[in-house]
Nanobody
Framework: QVQLVESGGGLVQAGGSLRVSCAASGRIFSSYAMGWFRQAPGKEREFVARISGGGSSTYYADSVKGRFTISRDNAKNTVYLQMSSLKPEDTAVYYC????????????????WGQGTQVTVSS
């Protein structure tokens, strides 16, 4: 069982930066792929970024590539999403997710989810 708790969301102006974090419980954090997803009002949950258990492989949605960076600190059981050059269309609830083994872009195959943290980008 893995429990995930996100933090760091908030209100930021367009063009600004924000970092969200996700703290995970569990003894074998490095065996889990970690991902960030987001959901805007009236829209489906969408993939943002994911990272392999060891942290050597990262993947991004085209809409955030070059602006967002996912990273993890396995000693702290924490995964981060650094967001830069934020746009109003980045406004959403951001969710952290964990999956044993490989990660995928499809949110339906992820096993564990956090409660989400709101990110609002004003124009």
């Amino acid at each position: 069982q893995v429990q995930l708790v996100e933090s760091g969301g908030g209100l930021v102006q367009a063009g600004g930066s924000l970092r969200v974090s996700c703290a995970a419980s569990g003894r074998i954090f490095s065996s889990y792929a970690m991902g960030w997803f987001r959901q805007a009002p009236g829209k489906e949950r969408e993939f943002v970024a994911r990272i392999s258990g060891g942290g050597s492989s990262t993947y991004y949605a085209d809409s955030v590539k070059g602006r967002f960076t996912i990273s993890r600190d396995n000693a702290k059981n924490t995964v981060y999403l650094q967001m830069s050059s934020l746009k109003p269309e980045d406004t959403a609830v951001y969710y952290c997710a964990a999956r044993s083994g490989w990660g995928y872009n499809d949110p339906r195959v992820w096993n564990y989810w956090g409660q989400g943290t709101q990110v609002t980008v004003s124009s």
